[in-house]
């Protein structure tokens, strides 16, 4: 316990009293956003405003971890380093993203090809890691199957070793491509991502504090919805430290942005919350717990399906929203930021609220 409250205490200190002197070196270093053409015209006024953000949040968490672990005189666990793993390696996907997009002074970083190779680089190896490492129990920090509160019947290796790998790292891929993409479409307002992400991976907090305490190593009557997990308490830990992180970036990310995260924070926050559902084995729970992003990304889907089949149905394309994702139509409407972004801050909370009331009332009813 006072390892989790270290950790996000060091790393909220961190980012709240670092991000200055990061927004310093980034207008030294002159990584200023480049503003779309096509996007709302209110936002060509941020033009220019410090970018990659997201170092500050990685670093901050990371720091924050380790830190907390070596205060209190514990090592770091397996299953929180695949949780850095997949943060950092897909921060650095996002970082090269957004420093192309600096150098070359347009909205367009990384080709989307590309851009999906490297998220395929970070998931393959983050499935094979994730499936090695046993414990004293034969437990790996990630299960073969499909989870929602606990392991379905589905079983991927039921076909297999060879196979079951395979559509164990495509169910990983799926998974962190999603949740890291639906991060980095909300990451369109000041403060949107951030502080929606700050309410999605604090659910893994409650989640993994729950988990611990209910381990199956303890006395448990209900036997049926007890299942192992490894390292739960290590998963909020580290989840305590990339909330801080993110909490003390929020004070300067917030409208009018002094920093944005960038596609360095946006991927890796989205990739950590992947990470986190799929070794809390929770990955199915993740559709409501960042129910927000999937919203704003189902917003996209929409808007292209229904253009497409009107403009192949009648030569003219339609729109269901004035802009896509979502939040970009209510600017339009005249909504204030301010007001988009709060609103949906209680949506992702309402989301969140949902998803750990309904794995809580799972684990004691076994529903």
């Known amino acids: 316990m006072r390892a989790l409250l270290t950790a996000g205490a060091i790393a909220l200190a961190f980012s709240l009293f670092a991000t200055p002197l990061f927004i310093k070196l980034f207008r030294k270093l002159q990584w200023g956003q480049f503003i779309r053409d096509d996007g709302p015209e209110a936002h060509h006024t941020k033009r220019g405003t410090p970018t990659m953000g997201g170092v500050v ?96 019947p589905l079983d991927l290796f039921a076909w297999g070793s060879v196979i079951g790998f395979g559509l164990f790292t495509i169910w990983v891929f799926l998974l962190v491509a999603s949740s890291s993409n639906g991060v980095n ?24 504090f729950w988990q611990f305490n209910q381990s199956c190593a303890t006395a448990v009557e209900n036997v049926a919805a007890c299942y192992q997990v490894r390292d ?42 992947a990470a986190l559902a ?35 149905r009648t030569g003219t394309g339609r729109r269901v929203f004035l802009m896509s994702p979502l939040h970009h139509h209510f600017e339009l409407k005249g909504w204030a930021e301010i007001t988009i972004v709060v609103r949906f801050w209680i949506i992702a909370a309402l989301c969140v609220a949902a998803g750990v009331g309904l794995f809580y009332v799972e684990w004691i009813y076994g529903i």
Do not use: C
Not at 113 to 134: D, H, T
């Open 232 to 273: 739960p308490l290590d998963l909020a830990v580290v989840s305590a430290a990339i909330v801080g992180a993110v909490l003390g970036f929020l004070w300067w990310n917030t409208s009018p942005a002094q920093l944005f995260m960038g596609d360095t924070g946006s991927l890796a926050l989205g990739g950590a919350l």
């Open 278 to 312: 799929v070794l809390s084995r929770t990955e199915l729970l993740l559709l409501l717990i960042g129910g927000i992003f999937v919203i704003v990304t189902g917003s996209v889907v929409i808007q292209r399906v229904f253009f497409k089949l009107t403009k192949w």
């Open 57 to 152: 949040i990685i670093a901050a968490a990371v720091s924050g971890y380790l830190l907390g672990k070596l205060v209190n005189g514990e090592s770091p666990s397996v299953s929180a380093l695949l949780v850095i793993f997949m943060m950092v390696g897909l921060g650095l996907v996002g970082f090269l993203d957004d420093f192309l997009k600096v150098r070359n002074q347009r909205s367009l970083g990384l080709g989307g090809w590309a851009k999906i190779a490297g998220q395929a680089l970070v998931a393959v190896i983050f499935a094979v890691l994730a499936l090695q490492f046993p414990d004293g129990d034969g437990l790996t920090p990630a299960s073969t199957h499909i989870s929602l509160f606990r392991d379905l």
């Open 185 to 208: 479409i909300a990451d369109g307002l000041d403060g949107l991502a951030s502080g929606s992400t700050i309410f999605a991976i604090g659910a893994f907090v409650v989640i993994g």
